[in-house]
């Protein structure tokens, strides 16, 4: 027999090898950019990336003892190859990795080197190279056929690697660094100015988690208190449309993620695998001639159906809303149900549910005809769900001036919305009937009010913070939306009349336009309080016996008024009608405290050119016949 100290034995050599939990057999499994894929100056080639593992044996072939340690002697000289290569930006990058994510630099260093895709960190460092540098911290036990499994905690069932983002998906958490510049090469003593950071936590596969959670959390705020956006985006609209498209895009991404979290997934059966393999009516008949099969299936298709009716019932509920939602919730509501019944459509077309199908029309059985009832209420579902928002995709771009323009600005808008809102009571399927169109009249009325109180109340904590004709001036504003709003309604129902053949606007104008009428005549009363307040102003500034006591208790009047803890724009309190009251008595008994001085003094003078001089003096303090006669008016308005 040989000395062969390192020779396996007999019994070794007919034994399939396997590798030690405690031993690395090869780097990390990563996807690569094969030496093929990559140019000379070491720049990253822009041909298809391809995936490689090191030492990738063919499907099927057991590696010998031998082969095994070549391939691990060949990782460890990559690695110690890439250790020379590292230098302080490197270090930068490790530290930054071990902080994240909460391991030691020496972990960081030790996927980083194992991975066959290293390259693209020198390419990123490099003069006009890359801009990002991904890496991917997940568990990568599907991507890495060479790694051992590891018991322990989840940190340790995870894998860091770089990656470009095309191949692999993200399940766990992506750590990326940017370079907004890369005219020059980063260096140990740039690259702290050079790159950012920054991470995005899909953990469990929930992409749209972190991406919403970046965008809201991260880049609005910093874009939000951006002060200069460089001399040709200075001052101009187009910062405004950029910020609120972002919004737009936010407000999308959270609702995808309401749409995924509502599905319904139907039932799964231990038949799975049989029936996916079905194919020709001849296996459906074998399956519907046994019956301890057939009644499974029964089971499972009366689950799936029950499971159908239930979505469909809560379907046809009574909408529970708030009473001041504006139209964007009214495409997001139709948007959710495209969504659910879409998802239904996609199961019950699925080729195992159309194989429980098959098999019960084979075997005649009763349940079928209530399966394509459901099926045949889903279709018309998601149909009528495609169509309406489909047409309410048309009033989309009328939602971001509703919301962002000031009253005045929003006029102009008006008649091109009104002219959208009358092509889909036309033309629409679904939506074209008067319960729906009132519906989405309420709230284009609820969003124009929501704008005008946020319009009025912008900059302030209380509205009386404003100065008066400023206040009296974005008033007037919002009252005038209003009756340009009834009166474009006017004007397209007037042309609809002169097309018989086309549906007419037959709504309640009460219902569309009453919550804007009754927050109007609430502005108007507080317009009222504004002019009995500034008809008073002058108190302070006479100069006649008696008259402070009277000063003083108009200045208790006004702060008292002012003070109110509660929103005086909200239409729906019942508390400020109380003080209204209350207010006009005040100021209708300092107003006859003010006649009761006045007529006392005049009845102490005698003489023309003191009665004269205190008569121009008692103007400052008395409300002129105008303003007496327009809060008349108003009182009776």
Not at 172 to 198: H, Q, S, W
Not at 223 to 228: I, N
Not at 519 to 545: H, P, Q, W
Request: charged letters at 30%.
């Amino acid at each position: 027999m040989a000395d062969t100290e390192d020779a396996p034995g007999e019994k070794e050599q007919n034994k399939a090898p396997s590798p030690k939990p405690d031993q690395e057999v090869a780097p990390p499994l990563v996807s690569s950019q094969s030496k093929a894929g990559t140019k000379k100056d070491g720049k990253e080639d822009k041909g298809k990336p391809t995936t490689q593992r090191v030492g990738k044996t063919p499907k099927g072939v057991v590696m010998s003892s031998e082969a095994m340690k070549e391939k691990q002697k060949q990782a460890k000289a990559n690695k110690d190859e890439r250790r020379m290569q590292m230098d302080g930006r490197h270090k930068f990058l490790i530290l930054k990795l071990a902080d994240a994510i909460g391991i030691s630099c020496d972990q960081v260093e030790d996927f980083i080197v194992g991975d066959e895709r290293f390259d693209l960190i020198e390419d990123f460092f490099a003069a006009k190279g890359s801009r990002k540098l991904l890496f991917f911290y997940q568990d990568a036990a599907r991507d890495n056929m060479y790694s051992p499994t590891v018991h322990g905690t989840d940190k340790q069932q995870k894998k860091l690697f770089l990656t470009t983002g095309a191949a692999e998906g993200l399940r766990g958490i992506c750590y990326y660094f940017l370079r907004p510049e890369n005219e020059k090469a980063v260096t140990d003593k740039t690259i702290a100015n050079d790159i950012f950071f920054g991470t995005v936590d899909c953990t469990g596969g929930k992409l749209l988690d972190g991406m919403e959670t970046i965008f809201s959390k991260v880049m609005m705020p910093v874009l939000k208190a951006q002060e200069s956006w460089g001399p040709q985006l200075d001052n101009t609209a187009k910062i405004g449309d950029f910020l609120e498209q972002l919004e737009k895009f936010i407000g999308s991404l959270n609702g995808a993620k309401g749409n995924m979290e509502g599905h319904v997934t139907l039932s799964d059966t231990e038949y799975g695998p049989q029936l996916d393999n079905m194919r020709t009516a001849a296996d459906y008949q074998g399956l519907a001639n046994n019956s301890e099969t057939l009644e499974k299936l029964e089971e499972l298709l009366a689950s799936w159906s029950k499971q159908i009716e239930q979505v469909l019932t809560e379907s046809e509920q009574i909408r529970r809303e708030a009473d001041d939602i504006g139209p964007s919730a009214e495409l997001c509501y139709w948007k959710s149900r495209m969504a659910k019944f879409n998802t239904l459509l996609e199961q019950i077309k699925s080729p195992r549910c159309k194989a429980v199908v098959g098999v019960h029309n084979a075997a005649k059985s009763k349940s079928i005809r209530k399966w394509r009832e459901l099926d045949s209420r889903i279709t018309d579902a998601a149909n009528e769900a495609k169509d309406n928002v489909k047409y309410l995709y048309t009033l989309d771009k009328f939602f971001g001036p509703l919301v962002k323009c000031n009253p005045e600005h929003m006029i102009e808008h008006i008649p091109r919305l009104m002219n959208a809102i009358r092509m889909i009571y036309s033309i629409s399927s679904y939506y074209n009937t008067s319960e729906r169109m009132t519906s989405l009249f309420v709230k284009v009325t609820n969003q124009m009010i929501t704008t005008c109180k946020a319009y009025i109340q912008h900059g302030v904590t209380r509205v009386w913070e404003h100065p008066m004709p400023l206040l009296r001036k974005m008033i007037d504003e919002c009252i005038n939306l209003n009756k340009e709003y009834q009166l474009q309604f006017q004007k397209t129902k007037a042309r609809l009349k002169e097309t018989p053949n086309e549906r007419q606007f037959e709504f309640s104008e009460n219902y569309i336009f009453g919550k804007f009428d009754t927050f109007c005549k609430r502005l108007e009363k507080i317009v009222d309080m504004i002019n009995t307040i500034e008809a008073y102003s002058g108190l302070g500034n006479v100069r006649i016996e008696g008259i402070e006591p009277i000063a003083v208790r108009y200045k208790t009047i006004v702060e008292a008024t002012k003070k109110k803890n509660y929103d005086i724009l909200d239409h729906r309190k019942s508390e400020f009608d109380a003080d209204y009251l209350e207010f006009e008595s005040q100021f209708n008994g300092l107003q006859a405290q003010i006649r009761t001085l006045v007529d006392t003094l005049f009845d102490r003078t005698v003489k023309i050119d003191p009665a004269i001089h205190l008569l121009v003096k008692c103007e400052n303090i008395l409300p002129t016949p105008k303003t007496k006669d327009q809060n008349k008016n108003k009182d009776q308005n």
